[in-house]
């Protein structure tokens, strides 16, 4: 295989996506390209953080991230750890920073951690001497999310400059909302948010967004509709009247899909809540659904992240030798 050069890559951290120019999004889509079909391989694991060791650290509950992650350092050959919150010393009244020092002296060369304060992975990043992604922090940021998002508009639409993408539910508790506006506007996107005024947040506007209350006017020819998780966890509350009231006018449904493009592409980051923001025949339309794939891309997406901040660039292996 001739590989093209490699793109340097000077963070020692992935916190948000605002830090990334969009050469090197592109950079880290086109390499992801390269791990999909590696991931499509019966054999699948490369050598290439062999030695290396990778510790997952999990403050929420997850499934699909946390195993995302875990494969995809596997995949690479590094060694990976879990932890998560029941079983760590947090629950005996340990802070995060000592966690993080007592985890650090261990050695790692990349921690993963997620947690339900914003600002948690920054302030991680600054008592660690690895490497320090962000994994999804309170409602700020989901680096890895929009990452994986936007390879799978790429990889069925050809391009992202000049979509029109309407983000849609509860923008207001979203860090998977704050982190795609911030790239698809980057990469030249148009991006709507719809959602009631409840679930906005303030001046949402000056992030550069079109901001819509009636999901026909947001979805009108939009080429993406991103739906989102109503996060009743955290609010603290009532930030909308009913679920039943919430389905009738923010539901995704085919009666207000049909006012996108014929051939928009559904998308959703999970978990899923069906019949509160999405109708199960529109979630599971083999044609326009694309909430499967996300799943699929996020692996591939995680391998390119985790490779490109241990050695400070991007760089397409020049033989997918597998171990």
């Known amino acids: ?54 510790i997952n650290l999990f403050f929420e509950n997850s499934t699909r ?46 921690m993963v951690i997620r947690h339900a304060d914003s600002g948690a992975a920054d302030l991680l990043s600054q008592k660690v001497t690895g490497s320090v992604i962000n994994a999804g922090d309170g409602s700020h940021a989901h680096p890895t999310q929009a990452l994986l998002d936007a390879l799978t508009i790429r990889r ?15 923008i207001l508790h979203s860090r998977v909302a704050r982190s795609n506006i911030q790239l698809l506007g980057k990469m030249g996107a148009l991006v709507r948010v719809v959602a009631p005024p409840t ?31 109503l996060q009743l966890e955290r609010m603290t509350g009532a930030f909308v009247p009913s679920i039943r009231e919430y389905f009738r006018y923010y539901g995704l449904d085919r009666e207000k899909l049909a006012h996108a493009k014929p051939d928009a592409l559904i998308m959703h980051p999970g978990p ?36 490109a901040l241990v050695h400070q660039k991007i760089e397409h292996p020049a033989e997918m030798a597998v171990t």
């Open 199 to 229: 679930l906005l947040p303030t001046y949402v506007e000056r992030l550069g967004v079109e901001v819509h209350h009636d999901m026909v006017a947001g979805l009108k020819d939009v080429d993406i509709v991103m739906m989102l998780r």
């Open 272 to 307: 899923m809540n069906r019949g509160i923001e999405i109708d199960t025949e529109v979630a599971d339309d083999i044609n326009r659904s694309v909430i499967r794939e996300q799943v699929e891309m996020g692996v591939a997406v995680r391998m390119v992240c985790i490779d």
């Open 65 to 110: 991230t946390k195993t995302s992650f875990e494969l995809a350092g596997k995949r690479l050959g590094a060694d990976v750890i879990n932890m998560s919150v029941e079983g760590s010393a947090i629950k005996k009244g340990e802070t995060l920073i000592d966690t993080a020092m007592t985890l650090n002296a261990m050695q790692p060369d990349t």
């Open 1 to 54: 295989m001739t590989s093209p050069p490699a793109t340097p890559f000077p963070h020692r951290h992935l916190l948000g996506i605002e830090d990334l120019s969009p050469a090197e999004i592109t950079a880290l889509l086109d390499l992801s390209d390269v791990y999909v079909e590696l991931n499509r391989r019966p054999e699948k694991k490369l050598n290439r953080l062999r030695g290396r060791t990778q």
């Open 156 to 170: 069925r639409l050809g391009r992202l400059e000049g979509l029109t993408v309407a983000i849609c539910g509860d």
